[in-house]
């Protein structure tokens, strides 16, 4: 039986002008299973859900951290990853790039990270295996009223 991670960890959700998401593509060689997901990860100590979601876009993608507004939604996570089960609440922020599929360098990843990192794409459509599997309804939660 794996452990159980419960710590705090904030995401981004990237949207570029024409209304794609933005989805790091890992390999969890554990499981043997593809994910996509939002750039983002766990908040280090004194951190806030804002600040690490500013911090883990940067390393994880290369773009500017100040792109990420202070509107988030909360998502209750239960999902395994690497043979560690995280149930927790991350936060989802939202940033909104004028630019048409923004350049993304991933040059801080860890080396955990690297290891399992696979790519990204500014995605049209959500593919299978997105996680978390709601984040077509985050994304509307997260948009409402700003169009």
Do not use: N
Not at 51 to 57: D, G
Not at 78 to 88: E, Q, S
């Amino acid at each position: 039986m794996s452990d159980i991670d419960e710590r705090p960890a904030a995401r981004v959700v990237c949207l570029d002008r024409d209304g794609r998401v933005l989805l790091m593509h890992w390999y969890d060689h554990v499981a043997g299973a593809e994910v996509w997901e939002p750039p983002g990860g766990r908040l280090e100590p004194g951190e806030t859900p804002l600040e690490a979601a500013r911090r883990e876009l940067t390393e994880e993608t290369g773009l500017p951290g100040s792109a990420v507004l202070d509107r988030h939604v909360e998502v209750d996570r239960d999902f395994r990853w690497l043979g560690t089960r995280f149930v927790k609440r991350e936060v989802f922020y939202l940033a909104r790039f004028d630019g048409e599929r923004p350049a993304v360098d991933p040059g801080e990843l860890t080396q955990e990270e690297s290891a399992a990192f696979r790519g990204h794409v500014w995605a049209e459509e959500l593919p299978p295996g997105v996680e978390p599997p709601e984040l077509a309804q985050v994304v509307e939660r997260l948009t409402r009223d700003l169009r």
